[in-house]
């Protein structure tokens, strides 16, 4: 055990060799940080010009002079210029049906025929009853002649000869009707034989022979569809009905075409027909007919085509590529190249058609409108113009138009 004067001779410990120890990790742990950020920082290269930076590739399209006429696009049903479910007038049995199904007729043209025996009948006896009533009347005639010479003689009484007279006048009026009975059974031995009443293109057969037929039965033997000339029944909304109705009434009625389903192939050319004499309130359109001569049949009944009506010609207008025009705050506008630059142009547009849009004020046929690498371009971008492909040949017709922009484009 230990003296308690014995503590004053033990050795003291001093905190400054740990202290020391944590100094010199600390200065290598600096170094190290150092010598990582110069090795750092000596690799770094000086930036590069990004694409991003240099000039943007862009392709153009120049405005250009053109004749451009307003149109009006709608989706359209080809109807039949006339149609007719051919039925029986008289019951009897069908005897034989003589064309074919899908075959081409023209008006008047045996169809088919319905057995005419019983209808011969009833006229042998129509005409038997008549010959009877005709013989009857001049009997009496005969005896009114006799009446009268007796009657001059004094030889009978008054009373006899009227009785006589109203008999004769009674048996010529049977006799008419004789005569009408006999003509009735004629007429309806002539509905045995069935005529086209059009010329058109026969359906599916619905009756074959030998059957019994009523007269006006409601499915009838066969639709017969006039399909030269044809229809085409279509709509345009409320706002167009003003320039359509004034297309209308001008010297010539309006042009129009149909197109197939994808719009890229026409398929007739034909002329505004007629305007229905309202608006439907349920859709807010008006319902037009258009007709189309149809010498190809390129037009089936029923289907659906792309119509495009000319409403309004603007010769010598200014126009570009519909996808060259952007919308902002500041209005429709386009870039313009010049100098190797691009530059905003607000535009002041008309009517657009067939992916053109006519401009009336703020560009002058011939500036090149760039039509490709609008994302990257700004005020007083450079612009490296690439090489433009030959412009297509502009159709006499383009595409519709805004019908409330045409009266715009006209000022």
């Known amino acids: 055990m230990l003296h308690p004067d014995d503590s004053l001779h033990a050795p ?24 990582l950020f110069q090795r750092t920082t000596a690799k770094v290269e000086p930036p590069r010009p990004g694409p991003w930076g240099g000039p943007v590739a862009v392709r153009v399209e120049v405005a250009r002079t053109e004749d451009f006429t307003v149109q009006a696009r709608a989706i359209g049903t080809v109807t039949p210029f006339n149609t007719v479910t051919v039925r029986s007038r008289v019951d009897g049995q069908l005897a034989r049906v003589l ?17 005419p025996e019983p209808l011969r009948v009833a006229l042998a006896q129509a005409q038997g009853q008549q010959q009877q009533n005709q013989a009857q009347l001049q009997n009496a005639q005969s005896e009114l002649a006799r009446y009268q010479g007796l009657f001059k003689q004094d030889a009978i009484a008054r009373q006899q000869l009227d009785r006589q007279q109203a008999l004769v006048q009674q048996l010529r009026g049977t006799l ?38 009523t007269a006006n ?37 309006p042009l129009a075409e149909a197109w197939d389903r994808d719009g890229r192939t026409q398929l007739a050319t034909g002329r505004l027909d007629t305007l229905d004499n309202q608006i439907d309130i349920a859709t807010g359109t008006l319902k037009l ?26 010769p010598g207008a200014v126009t570009i590529p519909t996808d060259a ?37 703020g560009l002058a046929a011939g500036e090149p409108v760039v039509l490709e690498g609008l994302d990257r371009l700004d005020e007083g971008k450079a612009v490296v113009v690439v090489d433009t492909p030959a412009l297509p040949a502009a159709s006499p017709l383009a595409a519709p138009a805004d019908a ?8």
């Open 12 to 35: 003291s410990r001093s905190p400054w060799p740990r202290r020391m120890l944590w100094l010199v990790a600390l200065a290598l742990l600096g170094l190290l940080g150092w010598y």
């Open 99 to 115: 064309v074919q199904e899908g075959q081409k007729v023209a008006k008047g043209q045996l169809l088919a025929e319905i057995d």
């Open 176 to 213: 008419q009707s004789d005569q009408a009975q006999v003509d009735n059974a004629k007429l309806q031995l002539s509905y045995t034989r069935i005529l086209a009443p059009i010329a058109g293109r026969v359906g599916l057969r619905r009756v074959d022979a030998g059957n019994l037929l």
């Open 217 to 253: 039965d409601a499915n009838g033997l066969f639709t017969l569809l006039q399909t030269q000339p044809v229809s085409v029944v279509f709509n345009v909304p409320e706002p167009q009905v003003a320039a359509v109705r004034a297309a209308h009434a001008g010297r010539a009625a």
């Open 289 to 314: 007919k258009a007709r189309f001569e149809n010498a190809d049949d390129a037009l089936f009944p029923n289907q659906f085509v792309n119509v495009r009506l000319a409403l309004q010609r603007l």
């Open 325 to 361: 025009v952007q919308h902002g705050s500041r209005g429709s506008y386009v870039y313009v190249v010049a100098d190797g630059k691009s530059h905003v142009r607000v535009l002041t547009l008309g009517p657009a058609s067939g992916g053109r849009t006519v401009v009336i004020s």
């Open 404 to 411: 409330a922009s045409a009266p715009a484009a006209a000022r």
